[in-house]
């Protein structure tokens, strides 16, 4: 009996030892909203409309683990697993398991190397240009900028550095974006993704740069974005500049079941070449509320213009939102879109929702 209960005091002992040194984190968020969305190509007259309950809106719908093991002297163990959902639907945001898969070390001093499904690095550092822009709708500031999104590359490997004086960076290569690496290495699309930013108090600075290769395209994908946002306490400033040559990171259009809608798929596109700027501000309204604004422009160049014979050469992008905090956890939000050149067509788009958004 007492060998007995030395055993079991031994492994309770073992037991909260490896509490102590492993961290496991659930995470996620859940969030729909009610509206209407709507695209109309002036052209032709053709509309395409929904009203109704609407996903992931103010942010995607996922849920996630993520944790750490302490290898000692400042060295980790670290993983992420990230699931995206549709909470309308239960069912899974795409055709995978996890949208985000990540294994690696991390060091106080040197960094972090990690490995698996990640997005391009520029998207740790983008969030103070999202504005009121939502996550997977009309006003996606993917739309804007292909590489700022939720895109993710598979079978990457990524390089962060730690922080230095307020100034960090964050390199990576993907030895295939999508799908399992091929035999033949020149059958694989590589990625090249980096990204430095500083801060320094209320200023964040920051600039991405990301190169898409495939054997099957006629030139590389080059994507870059120099990102900047101040807060002045009463108000918060984001604003980029940025430039896709060649073709996109990410794809983008309306999604609207109908052929008089262009959708731009991502990868190479003959002379596809948009400069794009976008502001946005942030007003605290009350401790627990805040009123956004924000506009964003893609102008195509003239040979991306004559190439494809583009109704527009112009997409604006306008909107505004208002979120109030219930909780640390819990918002209630509004949102509102409007947009011309839509996708580079005589496109108008415009959209309203009113929404909930819980993090755990």
Request: aromatic fraction near 12%.
């Amino acid at each position: 009996m007492k060998k007995t209960l030395f055993a079991v005091s031994m492994l309770m002992g073992a037991t909260s030892i490896a509490h102590a040194e492993t961290s496991v984190t659930l995470y996620g968020t859940i969030d729909t909203g009610i509206g209407f969305q709507s695209f109309k190509n002036r052209d032709d007259g053709v509309k395409a409309s929904q009203t109704g309950l609407f996903n992931g809106v103010w942010s995607s719908s996922s849920w996630g683990l993520k944790g750490s093991e302490d290898l000692g002297d400042g060295l980790r163990a670290i993983f992420k697993l990230e699931s995206g959902f549709n909470v309308l639907t239960g069912t899974s945001s795409s055709d995978r398991l996890f949208k985000t898969t990540t294994l690696g070390l991390s060091s106080d001093n040197w960094g972090s190397i990690s490995f698996g499904r990640v997005g391009n690095a520029i998207q740790d550092y983008a969030s103070y240009i999202a504005g009121p822009d939502d996550e997977e709708n009309l006003s996606d500031i993917t739309n804007t900028f292909s590489a700022a999104g939720s895109n993710k590359a598979d079978n990457t490997m990524v390089y962060k550095s730690p922080t230095f004086n307020g100034l960090d960076f964050s390199i990576g290569y993907s030895f295939n974006t999508k799908g399992q690496q091929s035999w033949n290495s020149s059958e694989n699309t590589k990625l090249i993704t980096s990204a430095v930013g500083y801060s320094n108090g209320p200023l964040s600075l920051s600039l991405g740069y990301d190169r898409l290769q495939s054997k099957d395209w006629a030139k590389k994908v080059h994507s870059w974005v120099l990102i900047g946002g101040y807060d002045f306490s009463a108000l918060q400033l984001g604003v980029a500049v940025g430039q896709d040559i060649n073709g996109r990171q990410s794809g983008f259009g309306s999604y609207a079941p109908s052929s008089s809608f262009k959708f731009w798929n991502s990868g190479y596109t003959k002379d596809f070449k948009t400069t794009s700027f976008t502001i946005n501000a942030t007003v605290p309204i009350t401790p627990a509320s805040s009123a956004m604004v924000g506009w964003s422009v893609s102008r195509a160049s003239s040979t991306f213009n004559d190439t494809h014979n583009l109704d527009k050469r112009q997409q604006n992008i306008f909107s505004a939102g208002y979120s109030y905090n219930l909780s640390k956890r819990t918002t209630l939000y509004a949102l509102a879109g409007y947009a011309t050149g839509f996708a580079f067509q005589n496109v108008r788009g415009q959209q309203a929702i009113v929404g909930l958004d819980h993090s755990f």
